[in-house]
């Protein structure tokens, strides 16, 4: 079946980095519309970043210039490139993938703390 697996996840200081992966199978990765979601405690899950089949992106007001997306169709993966990070940046973190229906990922747990 459809499945998203994703990693990357963790603890970092303000201004830090972290790049998130995900890994998708038992799809035909190249025909969907691949993004990335967060939601932090207490708030309504947003988008972060989205990136279509052929590679248009968009973000997040927040995250742009601070963020990157991108995906590699020959290993079916997507990543978030996240750099500056703030601890407003705090959040789970999904992977989501869309072709007629989504497919969610179980999410990976940023946390920005000093």
């Known amino acids: 079946q459809v499945q998203l697996v994703e990693s990357g996840g963790g603890l970092v200081q303000p201004g830090g980095s972290l790049r998130l992966s995900c890994a998708a199978s038992?799809?035909?990765?190249?025909?969907?519309?691949m993004g990335w979601y967060r939601q932090a405690p207490g708030k309504q899950r947003e988008l972060v970043a989205r990136i279509w089949t052929g590679g248009t992106t968009i973000y997040e007001d927040s995250v742009k210039g601070r963020f990157t997306i991108s995906r590699d169709n020959a290993k079916n993966t997507v990543s978030l490139q996240m750099n500056s990070l703030k601890p407003e940046d705090t959040a789970l973190y999904y992977c989501?993938?869309?072709?007629?229906?989504?497919?969610w990922g179980q999410g990976t747990q940023v946390t920005v703390s000093s």
């Open positions: 038992g799809m035909i990765f190249s025909r969907y519309v």
């Open positions: 989501n993938a869309n072709y007629l229906s989504d497919v």
